[in-house]
């Protein structure tokens, strides 16, 4: 089936640092990919989607200076957390839905990065 | 846009079969009903989706009622390592499709 690797897997940086998580799809192209961030104990929360070739669009309350998103590729897409700080904490996963986008398959998640910033 | 809801928790004896409901009662007609489950720290799963008529593959089983307003998921031999959340979601319509999570059941499979 349709995989998305997503790395890295886990990452501690100090605080006001930038780190960058990718995600690509191995086996199909993903036109759009969609990025959340889930607190311990919480629902994930959907923070933006991405279109490939075009900018991304940001959930509310998301601030776009802060989470780069940049989707170069029909494979890659890539979250950048810019200037971070301890509140960035979090387990961030992309999806992308498979087949072009279609509602009726399914979507494919990443296993997840977890940032720590201290 | 569809919501659902569901309980927060379930038990199950491993074994027997786990039934996790889900209310979905403003769903248009055209939406479908995906099931993903989360096991602790790793990203989500899918597991089935259906839009009228029942569905089952290897993993489980997916009963939705005639008018659509709700779902049961069914695990029918459920193991230690089916313990997760699973989340019941129907995609916003439009373009993007966006998947948006509830809180899902944690479903504890117990020895």
């Known amino acids: 089936g349709a995989v998305v690797s997503q790395h890295p897997s886990w990452v501690i940086c100090k605080s006001g640092t930038s780190v960058k998580i990718e995600c690509r799809s191995l086996d199909f192209q993903a036109t759009t990919m969609f990025w959340y961030r889930q607190f311990p104990k919480q629902s994930l929360m959907l923070m933006a989607t991405?279109?490939?070739?075009?900018?991304?669009?940001?959930e509310q309350g998301v601030e776009k200076d802060k989470f780069l998103i940049n989707h170069a590729s029909l494979t890659l897409s890539t979250l950048t957390v810019t200037s971070a700080h301890p509140e960035d904490s979090s387990f961030y996963i992309c999806?992308?839905?498979?087949?072009?986008?279609?509602?009726?398959?399914?979507?494919?998640f990443g296993s997840g990065t977890r940032l720590t910033v201290v | 846009d569809a919501k659902t809801t569901q309980p927060p928790s379930m038990d199950c004896a491993e074994g027997r079969a786990a039934n996790l409901p889900c209310n979905h009662s403003?769903?248009?007609?055209?939406?479908?009903v995906y099931w993903y489950r989360q096991i602790h720290s790793q990203g989500p799963q899918y597991i089935i989706h259906?839009?009228?008529n029942n569905e089952t593959n290897e993993m489980a089983s997916l009963i939705i009622t005639e008018d659509r307003k709700s779902s049961t998921l069914i695990l029918p031999h459920a193991t230690l390592r089916d313990t997760a959340v699973y989340y019941c979601?129907?995609?916003?319509?439009?373009?993007?499709?966006?998947?948006?999570f509830g809180t899902g059941t944690l479903l504890a499979v117990q020895p």
């Open positions: 991405s279109n490939e070739g075009s900018k991304a669009t940001y």
């Open positions: 979601i129907v995609p916003i319509g439009g373009a993007t499709n966006k998947l948006i």
């Open positions: 259906g839009l009228k």
């Open positions: 999806s992308a839905p498979d087949l072009g986008g279609f509602v009726s398959v399914g979507y494919t």
């Open positions: 403003t769903i248009s007609g055209n939406e479908y």
